[in-house]
């Protein structure tokens, strides 16, 4: 598959709700058909002001035509004041608690990740704001953030977004997600073979580390690039719904209907 999905267009979203002075205190909702379960998506793009949340549309649509209600926030970065650590983790935050106070979604809550996006996705399920959520999935979420860093991956992302170089030998890093351990609620990594953005290693080495045996799970996509895990035309996109129907059922009032689920067969998963 090709980078299209970045800039397919789509359509537009049911509203958008502003919650904050700054102009990325919002939240774009595409409202499911008498949805259960919100799903908050967070975009990626190494954290840099250069993608905002725009590209994230065309999955935020399907996955509403699929019958979930979305919220796609949008946060601080780095080229943008503010953008350096802790500002994208703070605004999500924000954007998490907001969102979960908006009595027009569902209360049921599940995060979904991408790139960047996955790591900020799985750093606050760590968070006060994160409590009670039903899980998260990371799609080649960047986890291990000195992984990414000693990688320089896409021109030293990592360390734009810390301010420096400094950080890498730090002790503990609450920035990084492989210094918060087990996160308290599930987590469904995807990550495909063939990205060369985000390299399979730094999926294995959090799963590694921080998963939880018979509880989380690493899903390895076969000759899948990393925005194909972004893309509804692509043969990821029944993986990423197969583990939101899983993530969805562990709440009792969560929707089981079969608009949120797609038979297909279970995906090979490593843990």
Same mark, same amino acid.
């Given at each position: 598959?090709? /980078?299209?999905?970045?800039? /397919? ?117 760590? /968070? ?13 979420? %960047? ?14 992302? =990592? ?10 030998? =730090? ?38 580390? %921080?998963?939880?045996?018979? /509880? ?23 993986v990423l719904l197969e583990h939101l129907g899983a993530l969805s059922t562990s709440h009792p009032r969560a929707a089981t209907r079969g608009s949120a689920r797609h038979e297909t067969s279970s995906p090979e998963s490593t843990s």
């Amino acid at each position: 598959m090709s /980078r299209d999905v970045l800039t /397919r267009a789509s359509r537009e979203p049911d509203r958008t709700v502003t919650f904050g002075p700054t102009t990325t205190d919002l939240y774009d909702v595409w409202l499911g058909p008498a949805a259960e379960v919100t799903v908050v998506l967070v975009h990626g793009g190494f954290w840099r002001a250069q993608w905002d949340r725009a590209h994230l549309r065309p999955l935020a649509t399907a996955l509403a035509d699929a019958g979930l209600t979305v919220a796609l926030p949008e946060y601080r970065r780095t080229g943008m004041p503010g953008g350096t650590w802790p500002g994208p983790g703070s605004d999500l935050a924000a954007a998490l608690t907001a969102i979960r106070a908006d009595d027009t979604l569902p209360e049921p809550t599940v995060l979904v990740g991408h790139s960047a996006g996955g790591h900020l996705a799985v750093w606050l399920l760590h /968070r006060p704001e994160g409590a009670g959520l039903l899980g998260a999935v990371s799609l080649a979420g %960047c986890l291990d953030l000195r992984m990414i860093g000693r990688l320089g991956l896409d021109d030293g992302a =990592a360390d734009d977004l810390m301010g420096g170089t400094d950080w890498h030998d =730090a002790p503990f890093l609450g920035a990084d997600p492989m210094d918060l351990g087990p996160t308290p609620s599930t987590v469904a990594l995807v990550h495909g073979d063939a990205d060369d953005r985000v390299p399979l290693a730094v999926s294995e080495s959090w799963m590694t580390q %921080c998963g939880t045996p018979g /509880r989380d799970t690493l899903t390895v996509l076969e000759d899948t690039d990393h925005f194909d895990l972004i893309d509804p035309e692509s043969s990821a996109w029944p993986v990423l719904l197969e583990h939101l129907g899983a993530l969805s059922t562990s709440h009792p009032r969560a929707a089981t209907r079969g608009s949120a689920r797609h038979e297909t067969s279970s995906p090979e998963s490593t843990s």
